[in-house]
């Protein structure tokens, strides 16, 4: 596996990757994670059984978190010194992911791609210069050209697939396939109670209210705190939780409007070891973003029992049942979000059942170990495949 993104830098991308290939070595398969270096991690290491192989890098303007790799092609040719792959799989499609569509080639084993991230939508948390969106156009169509050459490309939603094949020029394109993404189903569950989160918000008996992810304009963070400031003061408590580009303005919101800062907590990052907690003992999980191909967060949320309000557009969309385990709306509108939050607290025994009903949603459809199969199944097609053209 090939991917830009990995532990411990926390996102959607490296949790789902991660998840993945602890599962394919608890079925006994031999699986190398090829990724990027970060500080204080050692270039070469095992985990879950797995091999993680890290090339050098430097990091990426802006989005410092994440990094880009600097000729990984080394790390790779070292790699097969030790032995061979039956399958490259690329899970971003920057320079370690393009890497993995060349280590196929030169392999001649199949590419498999995952579409993960809908950066049209993430150039809109950063600055509208020309040079930038200049950039992003040029890496959009490169994306789309490396899982064009791919033998097949996945994506976690009907919504991604329909992003991804307009982008695919009419004579150069991979045919995609739906996978949905998965998590671990027994860390995230209902009725953890440690750590105290209520304590630790000073909740006083008030529902917690969580919204848990980048801090970025293309997650909605301040669409979030917009509808937290139209609900009746005292009504809950909201908590924000994680990091990035939007971080400086909300800690400036919380300071500059006094009833937003006596409703809503910043947290920054959350461990995650006590991730699960905090979503199990969050009575809603908040989340307008407009860039979701998926929403691994929305899974975790809904398997811990949180009810989930998120946006109707886009992977969100096709994971909650709308008034059953969760709540669509217009990642746009605040004030609808704030109705919709208010509808929610106002009838504690629907949001119990709904609560229920997310966490089974979430328990039938949402397992690592089921996306595990789709990609084995896959996997060895596309080998058989692979084996009768050559």
Avoid at 95 to 123: C, S, Y
Wanted: charged share 20%; proline share 6%; with cysteine.
């Amino acid at each position: 596996m090939f991917t830009d993104t990995y532990l411990p830098t926390h996102d959607g991308v490296g949790h789902m990757v991660s998840d993945l290939a602890r599962s394919f070595t608890k079925r006994g398969h031999n699986v190398t994670i090829f990724t990027v270096a970060l500080p204080g991690c050692p270039l070469e290491e095992s985990e879950s059984g797995a091999r993680v192989l890290r090339a050098r890098s430097i990091p990426l303007p802006y989005y410092g978190q994440y990094r880009t790799a600097v000729m990984p092609w080394i790390k790779v040719t070292g790699a097969v010194e030790d032995g061979g792959f039956d399958v490259s799989h690329l899970h971003t499609p920057a320079m370690m992911g393009f890497t993995g569509l060349l280590a196929a080639r030169h392999w001649d084993v199949p590419a498999i791609g995952t579409f993960h991230t809908n950066v049209k939508e993430m150039q809109k948390s950063l600055p509208r210069t020309r040079s930038l969106r200049m950039f992003f156009r040029l890496f959009w169509f490169w994306g789309a050209g490396v899982y064009a050459r791919c033998n097949v490309v996945t994506a976690p939603s009907s919504a991604a697939k329909a992003v991804l094949l307009s982008s695919f020029r009419r004579d150069k394109q991979s045919p995609v396939e739906v996978v949905p993404n998965g998590i671990d189903v027994e860390r995230f569950h209902p009725g953890i109670t440690t750590p105290d989160w209520p304590s630790r918000l000073d909740s006083n008996g008030k529902p917690i209210i969580t919204f848990l992810g980048r801090l970025t304009l293309d997650k909605g963070i301040h669409t979030f705190l917009d509808a937290i400031a139209q609900l009746p003061e005292g009504s809950c408590r909201a908590v924000v939780a994680g990091d990035g580009l939007e971080k400086e303005k909300v800690v400036a919101r919380l300071s500059s409007e006094p009833a937003l800062g006596r409703a809503v907590r910043y947290i920054g990052h959350v461990s995650e070891e006590e991730k699960p907690a905090l979503l199990s003992q969050s009575q809603l999980w908040v989340m307008p973003s407009t860039a979701d191909t998926s929403s691994i967060s929305a899974m975790e949320a809904m398997s811990s029992g949180a009810v989930c309000i998120a946006s109707k557009i886009g992977g969100p969309a096709e994971m909650i049942r709308n008034g059953e385990t969760g709540f669509l709306v217009d990642p746009h509108d605040p004030r609808a979000i704030a109705r919709t939050i208010s509808h929610a607290l106002s009838d504690a025994e629907s949001l119990s059942e709904m609560s229920r009903n997310a966490r089974e949603c979430a328990m039938d459809t949402f397992s690592i170990e089921k996306m595990a199969d789709h990609y084995l199944e896959l996997y060895e097609r596309e080998i058989r495949a692979h084996s009768r053209e050559t």
